[in-house]
């Protein structure tokens, strides 16, 4: 089995040498459908709904991987270096600017897309429930921020972060499942 591991990896890795973009995008997209999927089992469905899964899966590919691929190599054009200053500066512009503005899109993503509810129901369930969602990325993302920029290399960090992001995304979808507002 550890042979079957090892070559899996030794293609991952040689994928992301020739094709980063596509790669990340694709690992994004399995593994936010992943999260979508074990969020759905947890809520109770019986049947996974394949459309939401797939666009689950369509939002991390299209989204949610190239985006982070931009975005690691910036900060680190930005704030080059491994010192405690730089890492805070990448650690901040990631978890103070771009996480509020990732999650608030979540949210009104699911809302919208997932729950099919109206834009101002959306907007009401934007408003009242980020904060709460937020302050508790807070007491997680940076630490895991902190680790990804000091310890793992630049083509891993949106692996490493989507890796941890399947708990997270579970975490997402049944807050956001929770927290959904009653129909008017």
């Known amino acids: 089995m550890s042979d079957i591991a090892s070559k899996a990896w030794a293609g991952y890795l040689k994928s992301l040498d020739r094709h980063p973009l596509p790669t990340k995008a694709v690992t994004a997209g399995v593994l936010t459908g992943l999260s979508d999927a074990i969020a759905q089992k947890l809520s109770g469905n019986k049947h996974l709904q394949i459309t939401r ?3 689950m899966f369509l939002t991390g590919a299209l989204y949610m991987g190239p985006f982070d691929h931009f975005l690691h ?3 680190d054009r930005l704030f080059h270096g491994k010192k405690k200053e730089t890492i805070a500066k990448k650690v ?3 978890e103070f ?5 990732n999650t608030a899109l979540f949210l009104a993503f699911y809302g919208k897309v997932v729950e099919g509810k ?3 129901q959306v907007k009401d369930k934007v408003k ?3 904060p709460s969602i937020q302050f508790a990325s807070w007491r997680f993302w940076p630490f895991v921020a902190w680790f990804n920029y000091q310890f793992v290399p630049i083509k891993l960090r949106v692996l490493f972060m989507n890796i ?3 708990g997270w995304g579970v975490f997402l979808n049944l807050k956001a499942r929770s927290i959904a507002p009653k129909a008017a």
């Open 53 to 55: 899964l797939l666009t």
């Open 73 to 75: 190599k910036l900060l």
């Open 92 to 94: 901040f512009v990631q």
């Open 97 to 101: 600017i771009i996480s509020p503005m």
């Open 118 to 120: 109206s834009f101002s």
């Open 128 to 130: 009242t429930n980020l």
């Open 164 to 166: 941890i992001g399947v």
